[in-house]
């Protein structure tokens, strides 16, 4: 290990600390590059900034982690490299999302690239959708697959409306946050027309 190792290794170690002196020194050393990683993927100054931000948030947020004995480039790099891939996808579904919305609602028209993303996405709502409680999967299945209304489940279920309400807001929040928020309506928006 030689004189720089060891200066790298201690800066982990006060960023472990909590060290705000540390973690800007990390950011001075990195920030840089992963800018300009960032930019050759997303050919953006805005996003490629955004990104840098991104990544030191969760090296901040995952100090305790760190492993000073380990490689900090590399897993600096491994982060910045999930946030691009996120960050890709993310542009991919919204751009998926305006172009069919474009075509009136009549999917299968566009790419094969397209169609990948749509049931990406529904598979990922349908999980979730599984993963609820079974008197909540079954008012949000009713509400969003047949279109029920609140009172119209609160009848079928024989339950109270006010019950049924709650259970269609406690499902929207958990899908809420399970996928962030914009994902949440394009989602739900599939999920009518398929």
Same mark, same amino acid.
């Given at each position: 290990?030689?004189?720089?190792?060891?200066?790298?290794?201690?800066?982990?170690?006060? @960023? #472990?600390?909590? *060290? !705000?002196?540390?973690?800007?020194?990390?950011?001075?050393?990195?920030?840089?590059? $992963? %800018?300009?990683? +960032?930019?050759?993927?997303?050919?953006?100054?805005?996003?490629?900034?955004?990104?840098?931000?991104?990544?030191? @948030? #969760?090296?901040? *947020? !995952?100090?305790?982690?760190?492993?000073?004995?380990?490689?900090?480039?590399?897993? $600096? %790099?491994?982060? +910045?490299?999930?946030?691009?891939?996120?960050?890709?996808?993310?542009?991919?579904?919204?751009?998926?999302?305006?172009?069919?919305?474009?075509?009136?609602?009549?999917?299968?028209?566009?790419?094969?690239?397209?169609?990948?993303?749509?049931?990406?996405?529904?598979?990922?709502?349908?999980?979730?959708?599984?993963?609820?409680?079974?008197?909540?999967?079954?008012?949000?299945?009713?509400?969003?697959?047949?279109?029920?209304?609140?009172?119209?489940?609160?009848?079928?279920?024989?339950?109270?409306?006010?019950?049924?309400?709650?259970?269609?807001?406690?499902?929207?929040?958990?899908?809420?946050?399970?996928?962030?928020?914009?994902?949440?309506?394009?989602?739900?928006?599939?999920?009518?027309?398929?």
């Amino acid at each position: 290990m030689n004189e720089h190792d060891d200066i790298r290794k201690e800066l982990i170690l006060n @960023l #472990k600390k909590g *060290e !705000k002196g540390a973690f800007r020194e990390l950011f001075n050393l990195y920030g840089p590059r $992963i %800018y300009r990683f +960032a930019l050759a993927y997303l050919k953006n100054k805005p996003d490629a900034e955004e990104l840098v931000q991104d990544v030191f @948030l #969760k090296i901040w *947020e !995952k100090r305790d982690h760190l492993d000073p004995s380990q490689n900090v480039k590399a897993y $600096i %790099y491994k982060i +910045a490299v999930n946030c691009i891939y996120d960050y890709i996808r993310k542009k991919n579904l919204e751009k998926a999302f305006a172009d069919f919305s474009k075509q009136n609602f009549q999917p299968g028209s566009e790419s094969l690239w397209h169609e990948v993303i749509w049931n990406d996405m529904l598979s990922n709502l349908n999980i979730l959708v599984d993963k609820m409680p079974e008197q909540r999967r079954i008012i949000f299945l009713l509400r969003m697959e047949e279109g029920l209304t609140n009172q119209q489940i609160a009848d079928k279920l024989n339950l109270s409306k006010r019950t049924v309400e709650n259970q269609i807001f406690r499902a929207t929040r958990f899908l809420k946050e399970k996928l962030g928020s914009e994902t949440v309506f394009m989602l739900l928006f599939l999920f009518l027309y398929f």
